[in-house]
């Protein structure tokens, strides 16, 4: 062995033992993730290894005289690549070999950003894992940022209440069109966009407001933010802030995206804006949805019942996107959305979100009426059974898998529960621990909130929910009335039946 290979050898492995540190674990342990995770890129991108790349840039011996030293198979056939491309329903054959070739420093990129989002590596954890493979590969770049072309430079846009930066929502798209239009051929995507708003601190009245897209189809990318806002208050007029958002939808709506590197148009489909209630009502330009017309999906009239808007069971008119843009009901707006300019149903392209509307809104308001109804003694109601139910939920906890984020807290901690704690209790602790428990009217009553959200919830089967399991939502309100009055009829319970 010469003592340039050595010296190589004995950089390659000064690096390992350096990265297996940064990533707080030992070199043997390192290396296996590292070819684990290698195997499965080159398994789904059909690229060449990692190692081929180092060679490349570290030597220059002739490929002829080490042809040894190179894996017998580099890159699958063309073959062997379509018949796997054909396996995959949402892509189409495409001939790889015929499309424009990449550099190695664009391979060594993506295998980097598979990497990071693979791991979930913060940017100060990458920067350190970059620098240590720089003496591998001494052609990559000092930092991740280079990588996932994060936008350096961003003009402030002062509004009315606050400053808004708009980082841009082509740029996060075209990273993503281009990286899939290498293994798989499609014409269009699907775009999620969430508005809501976070407190900086309980002491402060500092308020941030992030815009936040995602792509939903052909595939499911990860969570990337447009702009953001910051001020003493929230947003005056919602319309200065997604103005730049909304030009950019427009757009790409009427021209598609352009990929400029494979010389194709991809169509672009605003499929959902979800926000919350309150923040939907800011979007849209309407009232809140604690006003007398503040349902967004029925003009039904509420009434006020000890200090709480309380909406009536019924059979309402349901908005559309025609009455909606013709403010046929007028006192439900308060002006014109920018969002009325794209091409988009008013009324369906707003869901209601499950999180705020069912898991920290039904789901506490019950829990919240039973320990109530326990401190009266009323509905055969007693601390006893809620000190029952926390210890029922205690011995769950011990025993819940790993599956679930978080596991259920006590009723004791309700004001804090989150909203995995919340899905958790409804969907799986709550059927079965309460069954002897609560009082059979009130549990026959939950249980037909559980298996209605359990259904919707489902990944298979929220597309076979049948008219039989939207009655059941319907008989869960009724006997909801009968069992906690009218007053306790809120937006979030009046909302299960549109």
């Not at 993506?110 to 100060?124: A, C, E, G, K």
């Not at 001020?231 to 802030?241: L, V």
């Not at 869901?351 to 898991?359: K, Q």
Request: aromatic share 8%; hydrophobic share 35%.
């Amino acid at each position: 062995m010469s003592l340039c290979e050595f010296s190589d050898r004995a950089r390659r492995r000064r690096a390992t033992v350096n990265l297996s540190r940064v990533l707080g674990c030992h070199r043997t342990t390192y290396n296996r993730r590292w070819n684990k995770l290698r195997t499965d890129f080159l398994r789904r991108h059909d690229l060449l290894s990692f190692c081929n790349f180092a060679n490349e840039s570290t030597t220059t011996v002739d490929r002829e005289n080490n042809c040894h030293e190179i894996p017998s198979t580099v890159l699958p056939s063309t073959s062997c690549t379509n018949e796997r491309l054909l396996e995959d329903n949402e892509c189409s054959t495409v001939d790889l070999p015929c499309q424009k070739p990449l550099s190695r420093k664009e391979k060594i990129n993506r295998i980097l950003m598979h990497l990071m989002t693979s791991t979930y590596l913060s940017i100060r954890d990458a920067d350190r894992v970059l620098n240590e493979f720089r003496l591998i590969v001494p052609d990559l770049p000092t930092s991740i940022r280079s990588i996932l072309r994060t936008c350096t430079s961003v003009q402030p846009k002062s509004i009315s209440s606050g400053v808004y930066y708009h980082l841009g929502l082509k740029t996060s798209l075209l990273r993503y069109v281009e990286l899939w239009l290498c293994t798989c051929d499609f014409d269009s995507l699907q775009l999620y966009i969430n508005v809501d708003g976070l407190s900086m601190s309980r002491s402060s009245s500092q308020h941030l407001w992030p815009v936040l897209g995602r792509i939903v189809a052909p595939r499911l990318s990860d969570v990337f933010m447009i702009g953001i806002y910051g001020g003493n208050t929230k947003p005056a007029q919602f319309n200065e802030i997604s103005a730049d958002t909304i030009s950019e939808i427009k757009e790409m709506t009427e021209t598609g995206l352009l990929s400029v590197r494979f010389n194709k148009y991809i169509a672009i489909k605003l499929s959902a804006v979800i926000c919350d209630a309150p923040a939907r009502s800011d979007v849209r330009y309407t009232v809140n949805h604690n006003a007398k017309v503040g349902c967004d999906r029925c003009v039904v009239n509420g009434r006020r019942l000890d200090g709480t808007m309380t909406f009536p069971n019924g059979e309402y008119t349901l908005r559309t996107d025609d009455t909606f843009r013709n403010q046929t009901q007028y006192i439900h707006h308060k002006g014109h959305s920018l969002f009325e300019s794209l091409p988009i149903d008013m009324i369906l392209t707003f869901p209601l979100d499950p999180m705020h509307m069912v898991y920290l809104g039904v789901t506490k308001k019950l829990v919240t009426l039973w320990i109530e109804l326990g401190h009266k003694r009323l509905k055969n109601m007693n601390s006893c059974v809620i000190r029952t139910i926390n210890k029922l939920i205690s011995r769950c906890v011990e025993s819940t898998p790993s599956d679930f984020p978080r596991k259920c807290r006590t009723l004791d901690y309700l004001s804090v529960w989150k909203a995995t704690e919340c899905r958790l209790f409804l969907l799986y602790l709550g059927p079965v621990i309460l069954q002897n428990i609560l009082p059979k009217p009130l549990y026959i009553n939950f249980k037909c909130l559980a298996l209605s959200m359990y259904l919707l919830a489902h990944p298979k089967f929220y597309n076979r929910v049948t008219e039989s399991d939207r009655m059941d939502l319907r008989n869960f309100l009724r006997e909801y009335e009968w069992c906690y009055r009218s007053e306790n009829l809120v937006y979030n319970v009046h909302s299960l039946q549109t």
